[in-house]
């Protein structure tokens, strides 16, 4: 089977590399190496599997994915600009390169829709924009973001018509979306064009909705990714993680290699196409204790910088329903938090990444993003 991976040299996309031609498969990549992603002047990166093809191209560019799905029977689409406070303001860059991005693989993928016998799309949590919760009578709610006057009294959490606060649970895939961002509608562009075009044409198609994904090889320079990441550059730099409104929002941290392993699932998976499954851990996490947990990893004495601010769009809590992929994929995450952050610590140790998070926080400030 030959398999085009897009965004095949980046985070996620490589370590998905990794395990499809550790299992033999032919696997192509088409990776246009970006920048903020991979460095100016970027080449390959060192780990870049040697079994693997490697294109350098943009998927917005028709020829280059023409010649990436040559021969190829099944896509894993990777390829995205992530980073939802980036997106607010580099709006015309993000829709390009996810909405549009997304079209004209699409396009390709019609023209050759003989030979394409399975595709699987990385969507993302944030189209759910806030999660799920129960009222105080045990009923499911769905609020919308909070009201910017409740957010400056610094009264954080949602409460019901009654003053009453609402209680967050794992959030299933039946959930109304509502993505708050800029990054997060171009998401959900890239889970519903997959979904409508897959089913028109009859190829089995499925999304991933993945949760906030940690792990080795996530860029350390780059401000708007993972907070994972973002906190490990800060503390590296013997900087005080920045951590907006009090640190007690949520959310669901799970290990690039279960991410891994649901793209597996979903490729041998025997439900049919037309699918959406969240690929998270069901368990909540704290930010103030993600950074607390790399600030002892790391030996280093830093308390986070809760700055009682807020950013515009942000949400309150948003962790996974994880059933569903269960039911659909026979997938089930492996890797608890408090161990899989050990591997990104053992990554961070020996990189030296320029900590870029308080120029990003600067722009959003100026931009009246962040309050």
Not at 33 to 55: K, T
Not at 192 to 209: D, K, M, Q
Request: net charge neutral.
């Amino acid at each position: 089977m030959k398999i085009l991976v897009t965004g095949g040299a980046g985070f996620i996309g490589s370590h998905l590399v990794d395990a499809l031609v550790a299992e033999g498969q032919s696997v192509r990549v088409l990776d246009s190496l970006e920048p903020q992603v991979h460095g100016a002047g970027a080449d390959w990166p060192s780990h870049a599997s040697p079994r693997a093809e490697y294109l350098r191209g943009d998927v917005r560019d028709p020829e280059a994915v023409a010649r990436a799905l040559d021969g190829v029977d099944v896509v894993f689409h990777e390829a995205a600009a992530v980073g939802v406070a980036q997106s607010m303001y580099e709006i015309a860059s993000y829709v390009s390169a996810n909405s549009l991005g997304a079209a004209v693989l699409l396009e390709a993928i019609v023209a050759r829709k003989a030979q394409l016998k399975r595709l699987v799309v990385a969507s993302s949590m944030s189209i759910y924009g806030e999660g799920a919760y129960l009222d105080a009578e045990g009923r499911i709610a769905s609020p919308g973001l909070r009201a910017e006057a409740q957010l400056e009294k610094r009264q954080w959490e949602h409460m019901d018509a009654a003053g009453r606060p609402l209680r967050p649970i794992g959030t299933p895939e039946t959930k109304p979306l509502q993505p708050t961002s800029v990054y997060a509608v171009s998401k959900r562009d890239h889970e519903e064009l997959f979904l409508s075009v897959g089913n028109a044409y009859a190829i089995p198609t499925v999304a991933l909705r993945y949760f906030n994904v940690y792990g080795s090889r996530q860029a350390l320079g780059n401000p708007y990714t993972g907070v994972a990441a973002i906190f490990s550059s800060s503390l590296l730099n013997d900087n005080r993680p920045f951590v907006t409104e009090d640190g007690q929002q949520t959310r669901d941290f799970v290990h690039v290699s279960d991410i891994v392993r649901a793209n597996l699932a979903a490729l041998r998976c025997e439900a049919g196409g037309g699918r959406v499954c969240n690929v998270g851990t069901g368990r909540p996490t704290t930010i103030r204790r993600v950074a607390e947990l790399l600030a002892e990893r790391l030996g280093k004495k830093l308390a986070p910088d809760v700055t009682g601010k807020f950013r515009a769009g942000d949400i309150r809590h948003c962790f996974a329903d994880p059933s569903g992929a269960k039911r659909v994929l026979g997938f089930e995450p492996k890797v608890r938090l408090e161990d899989g952050i050990d591997e990104v610590i053992q990554f961070v140790r020996d990189q030296k990444p320029r900590d870029d998070a308080a120029r990003a926080t600067r722009e959003l400030v100026d931009r009246g993003l962040t309050r």
